[in-house]
Every structure is written in C-alpha cells, then in structure tokens.
C-alpha cells in the first residue's frame, strides 16, 4: 500500500477526499493542511492500477498528489533538516543518473519546516548532480517532491504523469504580462493546458460573457476570429481588433447561422442553469465535432449535486469530455465538451 500527499483548491480539499474515498476501497484519508492538503492510501488497490484508473478518468477536485517514500518529524534546524533532504536524495541513486528531475519544496503555512522552496531545492541540487542527474524546473523525467506539514517532512519521486500535474502541488503559474486585460485569461491557457486542446487549431470562436476580454485576448492571439457576446464592455485595447466582433447583448438574445463556430466558450457569470439553457439553444451555431470550453458556477454549496445536474443539463446537446477544478478557477470548475 502507498500513501499520497494530495493537494485541491483551498476550502476543496474535503471534496477531493470524497471522490477518493468513492473510488479507492478501503482508503484511509487523512487532512494536513486545512482544506487544501491532505494524505490517502491506496487502499485495497494494485498501486499501479490505480495510477492508470486516476490518470484516465481523473477526479474532478484532486489537483495533485505525490507518493511519499520517506517520512521524518519536521525540524526547524537548518542543518539538520538540509542533512535529512539530502540522505533522502542520495537514495535516488539509479533513477537520478542521466535524468532531468525536478525538485519542488512546498511548505505548509505556519510549518517549522526553516527553508523556503528555492532554498530547499539548492540544498539538493548539488547531490542530484552528483548522483549524474540534470537538475531541472520543466519536462523532467522524475519529480522529486517534499512537502512539509506542521509536523512532518515528506518526501517522494515519481513520474510526472503520475502526479497528475508537473507543476509544483499543481499550482500552474503563468507568467504575469503587463499587458493582461484579465485574470480570468489563466483560466482558459489552464484549460488548453489541462485538456490538451490547442486553442491554434480553431478558427472561429464564439465567446459568451466575454467583457473585459481575457479569453477573447487568448484567441485573438492564437490567430481566430471571435465574436464576443456581453452588454458589458470591453477592454479599449481590443475594441478596433479587426478579427473580433463585439455584440453588446445579453446571450439569450443572439442567434447565429448553424455551424457557424468550431469554438464556443462561455465564462458567463450568471445562474449555471440559466448559463446552461443559454448555451444548449446555441449549440447548433457550432460545427459538427467543434468543441466548448465552459466554466460552471458552483453556487448552491454541493458541488457534486450541482455538476451531475449541469452534466445532465448539457448533455442532451453535448459529450462531456472533461470536467476538472483548474487552479485558476475559484469557485467553480471548468468543462471542455464537443458538439454531438
Ligand atoms: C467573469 S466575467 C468574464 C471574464 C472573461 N472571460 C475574461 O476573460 O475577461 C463574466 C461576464 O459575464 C457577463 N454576463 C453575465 N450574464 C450574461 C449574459 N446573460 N449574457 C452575456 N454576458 C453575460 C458579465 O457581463 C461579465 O462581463
């Protein structure tokens, strides 16, 4: 049996508890740090199955996890901690030879834990690089993970794939370009991200609920033509884009020729069942196999309730390929679904 350090959204980690425990007989569950970190078992599962069973149908609010192979009482004694991250690296003898590996130090608030993450990792790096490995921040072979809790050091290596993200706890970070008309542009490079779906292969967007223009920025810079829907307005940098149409509308009171779009999103911020109706009627606008991105609100308190009913709700007009808590989504998740 392996035991996981996993990591969710803040205040979504009892959710992601739920989708294991409803997953993996005989998991034992266990928090960290409140409503973010925790730590499962495999329980009655092969671990390996259950790595391809999270990999192909992965949960919805678990962001990330790490196996752990070593465990020490967390100290606040530099050299003692450093000698201790170091006898764990040194174990790593035959995976770390001729390898890329990352290493990723994270903390929880308040732990005694006396380094921060990049000083954690320089206390490693020198013994990866000893060891004949390629110390490195992306596209690693295998990521060296340490979480400290308050009370406990963690420690493991894995294969990026099976951490479910490479980034460190899953905490994709964009970097920040002065000129960014919105915050809410992470949420969709997240989704291209996280669905695997470069937003470079459509050509004609239909974005609803667009205003300031974050989304609409992303697809204009990938080269589509959008049409963006919202009474609101939009940032003055794009109104003169000669690819992008505004229409200052709400989205109940538009209508397009079918097979208009091969790319509907929506990041309305509206009811999830009114959204929801909204974007069903259009759907024919969009082509045959041509896809959506849409975030859903998670606005009555019962997340799994709320995205069963909304599942339902598109699923009359749409497959739902996948739906998954991003990090940049806060209270909601987003959905990537295709045309039937
Ligand atoms: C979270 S903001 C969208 C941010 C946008 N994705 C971005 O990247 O800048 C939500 C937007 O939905 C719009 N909205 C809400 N209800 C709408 C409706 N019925 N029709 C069109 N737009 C709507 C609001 O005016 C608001 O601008």
């Keep these: 049996m392996i035991t996981y350090v996993a990591t969710a959204n803040p205040g979504f980690a009892p959710y992601a508890m739920e989708e294991l425990r409803r997953r993996i007989r005989g998991t034992k569950v266990s928090g960290l740090a409140p409503g973010e970190t925790f730590s499962f078992t495999t329980g009655d599962f092969d671990p390996e199955q259950l790595l391809k069973d999270l990999r192909r149908d ?8 790490f196996p ?11 050299d003692e901690t450093a000698a201790t991250l170091r ?45 004949g490995g390629e110390p490195a921040a992306r596209d690693a072979d295998w990521i060296l993970s340490v979480y400290a809790s308050k009370k406990k050091l963690y420690l493991g290596c ?12 899953g905490a994709v970070r964009f970097r920040k370009d002065e000129e960014l008309i919105s915050r809410a542009a992470f949420k969709l490079l997240e989704a291209e991200r996280a669905f695997k779906l470069p937003l470079d292969r459509f050509s004609n967007a239909l974005d609803l609920g667009a205003a300031p223009g974050g989304w609409t920025s992303v697809l204009l810079e990938r080269g589509l033509k959008v049409t963006a829907v919202d009474p609101a307005e939009m940032d003055p940098s794009l109104e003169l884009h000669p690819r992008l149409r505004h229409i200052r509308s709400n989205a109940a009171d538009v209508s ?25 009627e259009l759907a024919p606008v969009l082509s045959a196999g041509g896809s959506g991105i849409i975030t859903l609100k998670l606005m009555y308190r019962k997340p799994f309730q709320s995205i069963n009913d909304l599942m339902e709700d598109y699923g009359h007009e749409f497959d739902i390929r996948k739906v998954k808590q991003l990090f940049h989504n806060r209270e909601e998740v987003t959905m990537w679904v295709k045309r039937k």
């Design 58 to 65: 992965e949960p919805i609010f678990l962001r990330h996890m």
């Design 68 to 78: 752990i192979e070593a465990e020490y009482d967390v100290m606040n004694n530099p």
């Design 87 to 131: 006898e764990y690296a040194e174990t790593l003898n035959d995976r770390v030879k001729g390898k890329k590996i990352a290493i990723q130090v994270r903390k929880e608030q308040g732990s005694p834990f006396p380094f921060a993450s990049a000083e954690g990792r320089d206390v490693i790096v020198p013994v990866i690089e000893r060891l």
């Design 158 to 169: 894995s294969l990026p794939r099976d951490n479910l993200s490479d980034w460190p706890g």
């Design 256 to 280: 397009f020729a079918p097979g208009s779009f091969d790319l509907l999103v929506c990041d309305m911020s509206w009811d999830p069942h009114h959204t929801a109706r909204i974007v069903s």
